[in-house]
């Protein structure tokens, strides 16, 4: 078991791990349900390592062929559950591709269309109270050929081609079991509110109170206690607004506050209390104190224009695909990123797992989370993307890594939004829906190019060389150009004329230099280097370019590691750098001419530097 909890934003002390072997079968006729393979042992023909999905190698089956239809088998104990028992039993999938049935002792307990969100169910009713070994069967569909499906970068083709990739098949995340009480917290959101000095709770409470109950919160920077307050539950959801009386001391503020530079975290502690102050339920949280606008050209973080160097972050793992080897891999990822000298991550196509998450939280890396896009506009794409996208801002919106909102990218699922109407209005309902959710966050409707409306326009350019970089964003007359009728992607950026809104302007893909260290035919990138020296050259050419505007706000290269075919990486698919990363991060962390005070910072460290000798 991973010492990271699979959902560390809301822990409590007692769960247990469901990862490791279950027994696995493949129903490519469709016959399971008909045959009841809910209630059978011998479908089940062979095991599998969750969360590995089958077509990994880590799963033990490491079959790539297209099976639309998988299931999955593994019992528990009920005895090794005897002492939390009392309450109720959550079990937890933290996500499965793509349609999901899960029985309990043969009860149909959850179903669930998306493949990357999570999925709890309550089985406390489910349970065979007669015997000691408890049955969980999910199913699992997964049709490769269905353009409406949330898929992002999953190849429908047998075989990964261009920028595709093996597919990810049912279980790819953590599954647990949760107890908890009859009454118990179920959901815990976060809005800070630095004018205010104050965060906003919304606390969710689940099950009949047989009492009335109470809430007390405690919020802590390390030893020091900020707040403590303790309310009576009146609604389902507990909405409070909790000073932080030690917020509203400008000098001492940034000691609070939460950046890439100071990740510094508010633990909080939430108890559940009886009327007599009996201790009902308990969770540990946090967030983070900070900010997030856009202003004049800028991305604001914390009130003060910040500079945005990300990389592209697929995602993807050799032996595992989507899902990640483990927790520590998933913070190695979020240190090298680091090492590299980015300040942030835009995650690519994929719903990120929460462990990731977490250590761009704990470390202090800005992440742009974006959907898994479909490939075809239809009533059933709208109810879909919809549904599932609702319920990722669901699942992430209190995350302080996160910054910024992507639905759509370089319009997949939307491949006629310049000519349809009906496309446009998705793509802006989209964005509006995301701001009715969470209007603390900018939200890019489309990113790359054919954009309706957004609070950043992010351009994806793979110019080939600075120099045709500084041609288009060296000035506000060539961004007009270039985001007007230049088309730097083949497509135009904008497909209204709303440029002078002030929104920040955005290389959110560039680079793709591909390397390859080791001799290869399977390759692609969207230009090509010889040798790390070249590869060097050319980075430092283009990141030079987009340094030296006083237009752009930011810049994402693609990308962080090969993947598959792609191999532009920074890092190889093994995450071994192949250049030295502390060359890459003094190229990468030069004075951005956009941000005045970044040149007046670089200028005073040199001068601390020599001070020191």
């Not at 800005?366 to 996208?389: C, H, I, K, N, P």
């Not at 009715?436 to 054919?450: F, K, L």
């Amino acid at each position: 078991m991973d010492e990271l909890h699979p959902r560390p934003r809301m822990v409590r002390e007692h769960w247990i791990d469901l990862c490791g072997p279950w027994r696995f079968g493949y129903d490519d006729a469709d016959q399971g349900l008909t045959e009841g393979w809910q209630h059978s042992e011998s479908a089940f023909d062979r095991d599998i390592l969750v969360p590995y999905p089958p077509e990994s190698e880590r799963s033990g089956v490491h079959d790539p062929s297209p099976h639309p239809i998988v299931w999955y088998r593994r019992t528990f104990s009920r005895a090794e559950l005897a002492e939390y028992l009392g309450g109720r039993l959550l079990l937890h999938l933290g996500a499965v591709d793509y349609h999901v049935r899960v029985w309990v002792n043969g009860m149909l307990v959850a179903e669930h269309v998306g493949g990357h969100t999570p999925i709890t169910a309550d089985i406390t009713d489910a349970l065979d109270t007669d015997a000691d070994e408890q049955v969980i069967v999910v199913r699992a569909q997964d049709e490769a050929e269905d353009p409406t499906q949330t898929r992002g970068k999953q190849d429908w083709l047998p075989e990964p081609h261009a920028i595709w990739y093996h597919r990810t098949t049912g279980i790819w995340q953590p599954v647990w079991l949760e107890p908890v009480p009859a009454s118990h917290l179920s959901e815990i959101q976060w809005t800070p509110d630095l004018t205010q000095a104050r965060v906003r709770l919304e606390a969710t409470v689940d099950g009949p109170p047989a009492t009335p109950l109470y809430l007390r919160v405690r919020l802590w920077s390390g030893a020091q206690l900020l707040a403590e307050e303790t309310h009576r539950v009146l609604d389902a959801v507990s909405v409070r607004d909790i000073a932080i009386p030690a917020a509203r001391h400008g000098q001492h503020l940034h000691a609070l506050m939460w950046s890439p530079e100071s990740p510094n975290l508010i633990d909080a502690e939430l108890t559940l209390l009886d009327a007599d102050g009996v201790v009902v339920d308990e969770v540990h949280s946090y967030f983070g104190y900070r900010s997030v606008d856009t202003a004049d050209g800028r991305f604001l973080l914390n009130g003060r224009p910040y500079f945005l160097r990300m990389v592209l972050e697929q995602g993807y793992w050799p032996q595992s695909h989507l899902a990640a080897p483990d927790g520590e891999a998933l913070r190695r990822e979020v240190e090298l990123i680091k090492e590299l000298g980015f300040n942030g991550a835009r995650i690519h196509q994929k719903v990120e797992d929460p462990r990731f998450l977490y250590w761009c939280d704990r470390l202090g890396l800005l992440v742009w989370g974006e959907m898994a896009d479909a490939y075809q506009f239809s009533t059933s794409t709208v109810e879909r993307m919809t549904r599932e996208w609702l319920e990722v801002l669901r699942r992430d919106r209190s995350h302080p890594c996160v910054v910024a909102w992507v639905p759509l990218n370089e319009s997949w699922g939307v491949p006629q939004i310049a000519e349809r109407p009906d496309q446009r209005h998705f793509a802006t309902a989209l964005y509006h829906l995301t701001k009715s959710i969470d209007p603390t966050r900018p939200v890019i409707a489309n990113d790359g190019w054919e954009h309706t409306v957004s609070d950043i326009w992010g351009v994806h350019d793979y110019a080939p060389s600075g120099a045709s970089l500084r041609e288009r964003y060296s000035s506000p007359e060539a961004i007009k150009r270039a985001l007007g009728e230049g088309r730097p992607g083949g497509l135009r950026v904008l497909l209204d004329d709303r440029l002078n809104e002030g929104q920040p302007v955005m290389l959110t893909e560039f680079g793709g230099l591909s390397y390859v260290p080791s001799a290869g035919d399977n390759w692609f990138g969207y230009s090509t280097v010889d040798s790390p020296e070249a590869l060097l050259e050319r980075l430092g050419d283009l990141v030079g370019a987009l340094l030296a505007s006083d237009q752009l706000a930011g810049f994402c290269y693609t990308q962080l590691t090969d993947t598959e075919q792609e191999t532009n990486g920074l890092l190889t698919a093994a995450r071994e750098p192949k250049v030295d990363p502390e060359l890459i991060r003094e190229l990468l962390t030069r004075p951005a001419k956009a941000i005045p005070t970044e040149e007046v910072s670089a200028h005073r460290a040199e001068a601390e530097r020599a001070a020191r000798g």
